[in-house]
């Protein structure tokens, strides 16, 4: 799977979540909610990083 569609993947679940506490939920689940965005995100930037590392400097 290529970054970029993972990256674009973790977003979408981060929506889909939001989307569903407020629509169904109504908002009372925004702690963890917000704990779950964190985690993401934090999983997101060392994919990124992960990547980024892994691949070899075009400027060279």
């Not at 973790?10 to 629509?23: A, D």
């Not at 917000?34 to 400097?57: N, R, V, W, Y």
């Amino acid at each position: 799977m290529k970054t970029s569609s993972l990256l674009v993947s973790i977003i979408i679940i981060m929506q889909f979540s939001t989307l569903i506490n407020v629509t169904i939920f109504r908002g009372e689940w925004n702690g963890i909610i917000l704990t779950l965005h964190t985690m993401l995100f934090i999983l997101a930037i060392g994919i990124h990083a992960e990547m980024k590392k892994c691949k070899p400097d075009r400027a060279s």
